[in-house]
């Protein structure tokens, strides 16, 4: 047996039968291990072999328990980490050709000259363009170690010639922050999509721009985020409690209560604040999201968040790979419990129970959402109610608008005519419209696509045999065109949050937010009262 091997199974053994009485399960996994390698009609890997019984002892437990391999593991924690080493680019893939959205300001592209609206044909001498790679494999060649040099052939504008780069790969880094910016006068918006080591960082960042822009109030927007680091909620969470204030605990059966608690020493203890989160708010979006509605500190709305609660410790093993096994749960400054039900060794169910809750209605009316009168919680500062049994539920639930979808929109959408309409309008109107607009703000209010421009966009759908409907397209005409002025704002200022800055228009979540915090008397009922809606909603069943 390889050591690696041996040292793997050694060591989940270990977890998984730390403080038995006796060691017959040990035994009876060893004998059949040397079974196995001894006797066996044929010849075994057994590398992936124990890599397997691992597998199938984590499946029997809860549904985040999980072995990951080498290369698993490193796209599980590269994100969260901040940065990877690349050549500092992000693209878009139009007609099998790799096409240049932007470069990271500073990166290793911007250092040789690449710009926005380069098209990448060959990289060290293998052809990417015109043959239908996938995204992963052009990811796998652009990236590498730092340090190490890549050559790409790049296509410019109607140029024939291809343009030589020799680029030095570099770190590389990854934003949590997606959009900062102004929705009114005082009202600032920020937007964060992971929690990773610089999350805490770069929020700090943004908030004292906004503060700069006259910011009084904030909608902070966590919909989407599925989670990251502990750490990166709890510092969060420290700049918005009072002194001691409990942020979040953790306790199992073999791990006792380990609790977080603010030091008091935060900027933004008393600016009012709304939270958004959805359906797919995780793990440390639902301890931030849990600890200000706990403290009655901000109003939360959206919907149910996603309900994972469970705590994950990494055993890590010599060949990079890892088990990642659940230990604790996590509570929020009330008591509740923030992971939602599951069944042991029923990973499927679990999976599929967001897709339950659409077919329940959750998402689309509020007299669908039932709470369990058993599971009450009270607020820390004015006792209103709050529930638990799993994820948190929001004190304002905005249902999801399906007004504007239609079968006409998703294929639209699906079959990529939206992006690939917009990468040649871009490529075609960059410089005029850089011009036109300086900023993003002057774009949002200014631009507008005209007839011509919708004409081209309807007839690149047919184009691929997506045939125009006029009633579904004045069902969702206007979200189309919203959604094209967003990407074109996005590559043109080369800002990820500029997408946001114009989508926002029709975001009900975010345009309910920002009602809430200008409302201040129903602001301040929120945080007093709750909301009388939810009484409703209470059943007696334990």
Known sequence: MKKSALAILMLVVAVALAGARDDASLKKLFNTHYAIENFYVDTVDMDKLVESAIVGMLEKLDPHSAYTDVKETKDLTEPLQGEFSGIGVQFNMKQDTLYIIQTIPGGPSERVGII?????????????????????????????????????????GKNPELITFRITRDKIPLYSVDAEYMLDSKTGYLRISRFGAKTYDEMMESLAKLKKQGMQQLVLDLSDNGGGYLNAAIDMCNEFLGRNELIVYTQGTNSPRNEARAFGNGKYMDLPMVVVVNQYSASAAEIFSGAMQDWDRAVVVGRRTFGKGLVQRPFNFADGSMIRLTVARYYTPSGRCIQKPYTKGNKKAYELDLLDRAKEGEYYSLDSIHFNDSLRCTTLKNHRPVYGGGGIMPDIFVPVDTSEYSTYYRDLVAK????????????????????????????????????????????????????????????????????????IARDVFADPGAYSVVINHLNPDVKTALDIINDRKRYNSLLLHGNPDHERLVSKKK
């Open 416 to 487: 990529g005519i939206v992006n690939q309409f917009t990468i040649d309008y871009v490529d075609q109107h960059r410089a005029e419209l850089k011009a036109k607009y300086p900023t993003v703000k002057d774009f949002d209010k200014g631009f507008t696509l005209t007839e011509d421009d919708v004409k081209r966009f309807i007839a690149a759908g047919e184009k691929d045999s997506i045939k125009f409907d006029e009633e579904k397209w004045n069902t969702s005409g206007n979200l189309l065109k919203t959604m094209i002025k967003g990407m």
């Open 116 to 156: 926005a609206g380069d098209r990448i044909v060959t990289v060290n001498d293998s052809t990417i363009a015109g043959v239908k790679m996938k995204n992963s494999d052009i990811m796998k060649r652009l990236r590498g170690p730092k340090g190490t040099k890549v050559t790409v052939q790049v296509k410019r």
